[in-house]
Nanobody
Framework: QVQLAESGGGLVQAGGSLRLSCVASGSISDSNTMAWHRQAPGKQRELVASITSGGSTNVADSVKGRFIISKDNAPNTVYLQMNNLEPEDTAVYYC??????????WGQGTQVTVSS
């Protein structure tokens, strides 16, 4: 089992910044992917950004140039630096951990609200 602890959400004005953190603990493997997804009211959950244990990243076009994903290996933590936030970024942000095999683990989510 893998446990995920998210932090860093909140309320910010448009143009502001927030940094989300997610610490993974438990049965961590050397080969894994961690990611941030988000779900806005009435919309499907979507990938925001992902990073592999080797450091390869993938960032959604909608946030490219504004959001940066990074990680520390000890402890196994993934960050999402969100800059120049827009009201359209308002959503619940979920951390994901996945081994190179099997099903993913999800965090409980953290609310990000951007006011105009």
């Amino acid at each position: 089992q893998v446990q995920l602890a998210e932090s860093g959400g909140g309320l910010v004005q448009a143009g502001g910044s927030l940094r989300l953190s997610c610490v993974a603990s438990g049965s961590i493997s050397d080969s894994n992917t961690m990611a941030w997804h988000r779900q806005a009211p009435g919309k499907q959950r979507e990938l925001v950004a992902s990073i592999t244990s080797g450091g390869s990243t993938n960032v959604a076009d909608s946030v490219k140039g504004r959001f940066i994903i990074s990680k520390d290996n000890a402890p196994n933590t993934v960050y999402l630096q969100m800059n120049n936030l827009e009201p359209e970024d308002t959503a619940v942000y979920y951390c994901l951990y996945k081994h190179s095999w099997g099903s993913p683990y999800w965090g409980q989510g953290t609310q990000v609200t951007v006011s105009s």
